[in-house]
C-alpha cells in the first residue's frame, strides 16, 4: 500500500517557452506581451483539470529576469539577430523575433515566472518548479547566451565519448554537459535553484534529471555519488526552510529515466536519496517519446511507499514515422492528440502503481477551428486517468517504445526499447506491457497490428496473446490504428501548428492485423509472442529456410467495441 502523502495526481509541466511558442494563441487581441497571455495560459491548464503546474525557468541560464545570475536576455535587445548566433556564428532572425515577447514583458516590469505562480494560485493548482539540471539545446554551440558561462571551458564539461570512451566524440548536444563533480558546476546551479525557491511564491521544486539524464562522467567513485547526494541534502534544505517560513509543505523530488541503475552510473543515485528521506516524489520516464513500459512495480520496491510515483504523458507515441497520404508528410505522432492513446499510456503506468501523471513537451492550443484538428483531445481525456475504473470503460490504445539507430549510443535516455527487432525463421520473440482488464470485456475486441519492414519474400507471421495458441490469419493493412496529428507537419517549429492527421503506416512497411477476446487482458504485464514461419511443417527440422530475418518495427494495440 503506497503511503504517500501527496495529493497531486495531475500535473502539467511547461517549459521555459511554453506561452511564448505562439503568442497569438494567448494574447488574440495583439499589442504588445502581457500578463494576459501567462493567466491564460494558466487557466486553461486549471480548466483542463490540472492540479499541479509544473513550471521550467531555465536552461541551463534562467530565463526569468535573475537578480543572481545571468539570464538568457542580459544584454539582448530588439531585432539583434546576431545575439542568438548558431553554432557556425550565423545570425538568428528567427530566435530574435521569438524571443521579443520576454522583451515585452520585461519593459512592462512583469516577471512572468511570478505572474505564473500568481495565476496558480488564483486557480487553485499547486504551482512547482522543475529546474532543468543539463539542459544542451544548444551543447554544440557552448558560448550561447542558452548556457552557462561554465560550459564554454573543458574543465566543466562531461567527455563526449559516452558510452564508449575508447570511441570518436559523441554528439555534443547529449553529452558534453556540465559536470556536476565539479564543485564550480554546483555551486552554479546551487545559486540558481535558490534564488526561484526564496525569491518566488512556489511549493515544490523537482531537478528534471532527465533532460538530459548526464550529471558526472559514467561509473563514478563512490566519494563522488556521496558528494552528489550530499549537494542533494543541500537543496533539500532549501525546501525545509522555505516551507517552515510559509507554513506550506514544500516538495522536493527528481525527473529521472525509469531505470534507476543506469542513474546511478551518472551520478544520480536515487535509493540513497530515498533511504535519507530526502525526496517526496519521483517522476519516472523517457526524454522524448511515450514510454509504455517503465516498470513502476520495480521502481516501487526501490523507492519504498513513501515516495509519491509520477508517469509521464510524453510528446511522441514513439519514434515510429507514418504517414499522410494527401500530402506525402512522414512524422511521427503526437500522443495527446489521441484520446485512445492517452488513455492506453495512462492506464498502463496506473495499474503498475503510478500516483500521478505528468504531461510532458505537450502544450496548449486554444485554436479548435483549424482542419484535422485533434491536436489537443486530451483536453477531454486527462480527467478520466485518474480513476481505473473510468478507464476500463474506454476505448484505449497502446504500442511500445521503439529505438532507432541513433539512440542505440546512448544508454540513459530510455528504457531499453523492445523494438525494433530481427527473428530469424521458425524463432519466436515475447514484448511485455502493461495494460488494464476491461469493463465488459465480453463485449469488446483487442486488434494488434505487427509493423514489419517490408522485403521481397516473407513466411508466416503468427501471433499469441497471453500464452493462447498462436494465430496465423493476419489481415494485411495500410491503416492506423490510432490517427492522430503529426509532431510537427513537417515545419520548423515541432510545438505548435500540427495540422496533418496521420493516418495510414509508411508504404516501406507491412502491417498484419490479428484479433482476440478483449477478456484475455489481464491487469499488469501482458505477453505477446511473435513467431516467424512456425506455420511450417517441421518435418525435417534440420532444413535451412533461405529466408531474411522478420524485422519487427512496431506492435500496435486498441481496445475496441
Known amino acids: 500500500m503506497n503511503e504517500t502523502t501527496l495529493t497531486n495526481r495531475l500535473l502539467h509541466n511547461a517549459d521555459c517557452n511554453a506561452m511564448f511558442y505562439d503568442p497569438s494563441h494567448w494574447q488574440p487581441e495583439g499589442g504588445p506581451y502581457s500578463a494576459r497571455a501567462i493567466q491564460r495560459y494558466v487557466d486553461m491548464a486549471a480548466d483542463t483539470g490540472f492540479d499541479t503546474f509544473v513550471c521550467n525557468p531555465n536552461c541551463q541560464a534562467p530565463l526569468y529576469p535573475s537578480r543572481a545570475l545571468r539570464s538568457k536576455f542580459d544584454g539582448f535587445e530588439r531585432g539583434d539577430a546576431g545575439f542568438f548566433k548558431n553554432a557556425a556564428g550565423e545570425p538568428n532572425p528567427r530566435a530574435a523575433a521569438f524571443y521579443e515577447p520576454y522583451l515585452d514583458l520585461l519593459d512592462a ?9 500568481a495565476a496558480c494560485r488564483r486557480r487553485g493548482m499547486a504551482p512547482w518548479l522543475s529546474i532543468r539540471m543539463n539542459d ?7 558560448g550561447h547566451p542558452m548556457n552557462c558561462h561554465l560550459l564554454r571551458d573543458p574543465a566543466y564539461r562531461l567527455s563526449d565519448r559516452m558510452p564508449n570512451p575508447n570511441a570518436a566524440p559523441g554528439h555534443p548536444k547529449r553529452l558534453r554537459g556540465l559536470n556536476y563533480e565539479t564543485s564550480e558546476v554546483r555551486d552554479y546551479m546551487f545559486t540558481l535553484i535558490r534564488e526561484v525557491v526564496e525569491e518566488y511564491d512556489f511549493e515544490g521544486l523537482e531537478l528534471d534529471w532527465l533532460r538530459r539524464p548526464i550529471c558526472c562522467n559514467p561509473n563514478p567513485s563512490p566519494e563522488t555519488l556521496e558528494t552528489i547526494t550530499a549537494w542533494h541534502a543541500s537543496l533539500r534544505e532549501l525546501t525545509l526552510a522555505k516551507a517552515a517560513r510559509t507554513g506550506r509543505p514544500y516538495r522536493f523530488g527528481l525527473r529521472v529515466l525509469g531505470h534507476l541503475g543506469r542513474m546511478r552510473s551518472v551520478g544520480i543515485d536515487v535509493a540513497a536519496m530515498t533511504q535519507r528521506g530526502l525526496l517526496d516524489f519521483v517522476t519516472a520516464g523517457n526524454i522524448h517519446q511515450a514510454s509504455w513500459e517503465t516498470p513502476f512495480d520495480i521502481l516501487r520496491e526501490q523507492v519504498g511507499d513513501r515516495i509519491a510515483l509520477f508517469g509521464v504523458l510524453n510528446t511522441t507515441f514513439n519514434r515510429l514515422y507514418c504517414f499522410d497520404p494527401q500530402t506525402g508528410i512522414r512524422c511521427r505522432r503526437r500522443l495527446h492528440t489521441s484520446p485512445e492513446a492517452v488513455r492506453g499510456n495512462a492506464a498502463g503506468k496506473r495499474i503498475l502503481g503510478a500516483d500521478g501523471l505528468v504531461t510532458f513537451n505537450c502544450f496548449f492550443n486554444p485554436d479548435t477551428t483549424r482542419p484535422a484538428d485533434r491536436e489537443y483531445a486530451y483536453l477531454q481525456t486527462l480527467r478520466e486517468t485518474n480513476d481505473l475504473a473510468t478507464l476500463r470503460q474506454q476505448p484505449k490504445f497502446y504500442t511500445f517504445s521503439t529505438m532507432t539507430d541513433n539512440q542505440a549510443i546512448l544508454p ?11 527473428i530469424r525463421p521458425r524463432w519466436r520473440r515475447e514484448f511485455r506491457l502493461p495494460m488494464i482488464r476491461e469493463a465488459r470485456a465480453g463485449e469488446r475486441a483487442l486488434r494488434v497490428q505487427l509493423v514489419v519492414e517490408r522485403q521481397e519474400e516473407l513466411l508466416e507471421i503468427g501471433l499469441s496473446f497471453n500464452g493462447c495458441w498462436p494465430d496465423f490469419s493476419g489481415r494485411e493493412t495500410d491503416r492506423l490504428l490510432a490517427p492522430a496529428v503529426s509532431y510537427g507537419s513537417g515545419k520548423k517549429n515541432n510545438h505548435v501548428g500540427g495540422e496533418i492527421l496521420l493516418t495510414h503506416h509508411l508504404p516501406e512497411y507491412r502491417v498484419f492485423e490479428y484479433e482476440f477476446p478483449a477478456a484475455g487482458i489481464g491487469d499488469g504485464w501482458n505477453d505477446f509472442t511473435v513467431y516467424y514461419g512456425g506455420a511450417e511443417p517441421l518435418h525435417d527440422p534440420g532444413r535451412e529456410i533461405q529466408c531474411p530475418p522478420l524485422c519487427l518495427v512496431s506492435m500496435e494495440m486498441r481496445v475496441t467495441e
Request: glycine share 8%; aromatic share 4%; hydrophobic share 35%.
Open 136 to 142: 544542451l539545446h544548444q551543447g554544440d554551440h557552448p
Open 109 to 117: 516590469g512583469v516577471d512572468w515566472l511570478a505572474e505564473t505562480a
Open 412 to 422: 540513459n535516455e530510455d528504457i531499453v526499447e523492445q523494438l525494433p527487432t530481427l
